[in-house]
C-alpha cells in the first residue's frame, strides 16, 4: 500500500506539472509529460492525437491562463493509473478570455521517463442533484 500512495501522489504531481506548462507554454515539457500514443477527448467530444493536442495547447488560437486540478483522486493497479478531477481553465482564445469548469479523467502509464498521460477525457461536470421531496 505504501508504494500505491506514493504512486498516487507521482501521478497527481505529473497532472499538475502538465497543467503549469500549458500554461508556460512549455512544449517540451508537454511531450514528456504526455505519450506519444496519446489520445485526447475534449468536451466538444472530437478525438486528437499527441501532436494535435501539443500543437493546439502551445499554438496561437489558445493560450492558458490558469489551469487548476481539485477534487483530484488516483487509482494505481501497477504501472497504469487513472486520475480524475474537476479542472478550472481559464483561458484566451481569439482575444477572448474564457472560464470554464471541467470533469477530466486521465489514464497515465508508467514508463521509463515517468508517468506519462495516455489519454483524457474532458466533459461537462454533471450538476448537482436536487432533493426529491
Known amino acids: 500500500m505504501a508504494r500505491d500512495r506514493c504512486d498516487e501522489d507521482e501521478v497527481a504531481e505529473a497532472a499538475r506539472r502538465r497543467a503549469e506548462a500549458l500554461v508556460r507554454r512549455d512544449e517540451a515539457a508537454l511531450r ?7 489520445q485526447w477527448t475534449p468536451y466538444r467530444g472530437e478525438l486528437v492525437d499527441y501532436e494535435a493536442c501539443i500543437a493546439g495547447n502551445v499554438g496561437e488560437a489558445l493560450v492558458w491562463r490558469a489551469q487548476r486540478l481539485e477534487e483530484v483522486k488516483v487509482a494505481v ?15 484566451d ?8 469548469v471541467l470533469r477530466v479523467t486521465q489514464p497515465w502509464v508508467r514508463t521509463a521517463a515517468g508517468w506519462r498521460c495516455l489519454a483524457g477525457h474532458a466533459s461537462v461536470p454533471a450538476q448537482p442533484q436536487s432533493p426529491v421531496r
Open 77 to 91: 493497479a501497477g504501472d497504469a493509473a487513472v486520475l480524475t478531477a474537476l479542472v478550472t481553465a481559464e483561458v
Open 32 to 38: 514528456q509529460l504526455m505519450h506519444p500514443d496519446l
Open 93 to 100: 482564445v481569439g482575444g477572448r478570455d474564457q472560464s470554464f
